[in-house]
């Protein structure tokens, strides 16, 4: 079901209406990602890096100086993370894969914050309990991604609130309640531990340079609508003796309903990670296309990929290979493929990424401790 | 100088006017220590506490409830704490040693709580740098006290937040904004710390049955500025599954200065536990008084114990036996002793007082770590 017709909201909450990602950058003060920006990451990486090329990451702040730094030899950390509200679904993975080849490719630290005191406070009817069962098995799958675990800290904000809360007290005390009103929208029946916790997501931007005593620039990819975060951390940095952290924000992937953002609580709008084949298959085969009325039709005129979130399936995950992806895209407009001749293809694409993700999330599961963050605690020390 | 013109407002953070403590106690919605509930406080300790007698201590809430489970052998923690904005002076010290009293004749376990997150939240120009060493400096005052290391618990929200953010995250989740608003007064440019902040307060009176997985009941004594803390705290306590926290509250001792409550910030209105023999002594003599204005009316007509800075002192600390301060009172009513005289007599007291303070400050610096809440961790884990 498509909900194209409400006004666009995009807060870190909410997400609704049309997503119009150019008003987006105008709204939240970022900037587009250029063609020189691009170009220079890929000279760092030895490679292009599909997401990037197509645009699905397509806004930053400050990508050019963290790239200028890294040339002088100032390595950044990267922060991306997790509020397990839910299970994960093929849209979360887009950030992470992306963050996972960044890490790769500039040899960088990660931290990866998992907002589980966050999830609580704006989940009302979640148990703590509930947050927690969620956020083990979030972990698996951001685990499952492939990141390197000498280079990768998970931070859990209520585990590790010994290694967070000082600086989540120092960024406290310098944003208002006015400001975390007009930023996030908070009313007043909001809860006191749910406005308390934009200071809680502003500390992994710090964090490194905190327990090393550097002055570490860090860069955060992120889905953009968690852009209003890093405004308020961005704007106390400098009066905390911390370096502004900068953001690369990618598009979200759009559900296999219709509409703008995929939703774990809507069943069939998104493939879980841990979905069986029968039930991947069966949200494939459901899945809003650009299609016509009658397979006549259709290969008369021409289908719409602008539209078919099989197609964005295929543009964000599963044809890396831009070849690949012109070529369907051809097929669709040309009218040559009928819409379920295509999710036929895509269905068996989706069961092979998933059977690889379970696999790998099952090997994560004996190995978690070596990527927690409770490593700091040792680094602190010294 | 009186500040008693003005209005009366009694918030944890602010106390103006001349204070009513009548009014209060209808404010608030506490109740008045009754002679049947001093009764039977003496029955358990098997002696009186002129604190008590003389109404120092003159409300509560649960007080009988505290005393029906004690007798039923359900003992009792106490709690109690300090906000670490300034030094200490003697005003501080005439709860903590009613606490001590209490700790020693009900043997009861004593959570301390340093709030030193509060401080730097509501203080803006204190830094944490500031906040700590005050703290450091605080908690030698505190434990000259002389409670039992066995039975005292030292938390600092910071150092400790490990023991305390969980607790707290399950209280803030049950406070709306517009709750701590109304209880606190908070206004739209106090920092999200500072709202935040009213959850921590409330982990103390909690943490012990969350450590030992009991149903421990608690009772708070504090001064009565801190009440509107426990009614959130009372609020959210059942909908977590513990016990509301019972309180006993004390009145102020008025500043040397007059007026109703002493502040450290002004150097004249409060004798501080590390004043020299010679500061201490000035301000003493210094003091306002309820005075004639010549020796030769005073003589006739008397002087008034009943405003006399001079005078509360005598009753809330220097003077335990009912008789030696029924004596003072006498002469002074009855001309037969002049203010100067007086101070006089409180002077030395005060010198000797601060002398034995003072000693103890300093036998207890290299044992602060027995009284440190860290303990709890191992309690924990088991």
Known sequence: MSNDDEEM??????????????????????????????????????????????????????????????????????????GPSGQVHIGHLVPWIFTKWMQEKFKARLYFQITNDEKYFFEQDLSLDQVRKLA???????????????????????????????????????????????????????????????????????????????????????????????????DVAERLGFLKPASIQNRFLPPLTGGSKMSSSEPMSAVLTTDTPKMAKKKVMNAFTGGRDSADEQKRLGANPDVCSVFKYYEFLFMPDDKDLADIE?????????????????????????????????????????????????????
């Open 330 to 382: 051809k097929k669709c407009r040309g009218g040559e493929i009928l819409c379920g001749e295509c999710k036929q293809i895509l269905a068996p694409m989706m069961i092979e990424f998933l059977d690889k993700h379970q696999a790998a999330r099952e090997d994560v599961k004996d190995r978690i401790h070596e990527f927690s963050a409770g490593r700091l605690r040792e680094d602190l020390k010294r």
């Open 9 to 82: 909201v995009v807060t870190p909450w909410t997400v609704k209406g049309k997503v119009d990602y150019d008003r987006l950058i105008e709204l939240f003060g970022t900037e587009r990602i250029t063609p020189e920006l691009k170009e220079r990451m890929y000279e760092v990486a030895g490679e292009k890096h599909f997401m990037l090329d197509r645009d699905l990451f397509f806004s930053h702040r400050d990508l050019g100086w963290i790239l200028d730094e890294y040339d002088k030899g100032n390595k950044f950390t990267l922060y991306t993370g997790r």
């Open 136 to 234: 083990y098995d979030n972990i698996l799958d951001i685990l499952a991604v492939g990141f390197e675990p000498e280079d990768t800290y998970v931070l859990q904000d209520i585990e590790h609130i010994d290694l967070m809360y000082e600086i989540a007290v120092r960024v406290a005390k310098r944003v208002t309640f006015s400001t975390a009103r007009a930023v996030f929208g908070f009313e007043n029946s909001m809860n006191i531990g749910g406005i308390w916790f934009p200071a809680m997501q502003a500390v992994p931007a710090f964090i490194h340079s905190w327990v090393y005593g550097t002055n570490t620039p860090c860069i955060i990819p992120c889905a953009i609508d968690q852009d209003p975060h890093w405004r308020v951390t961005r």
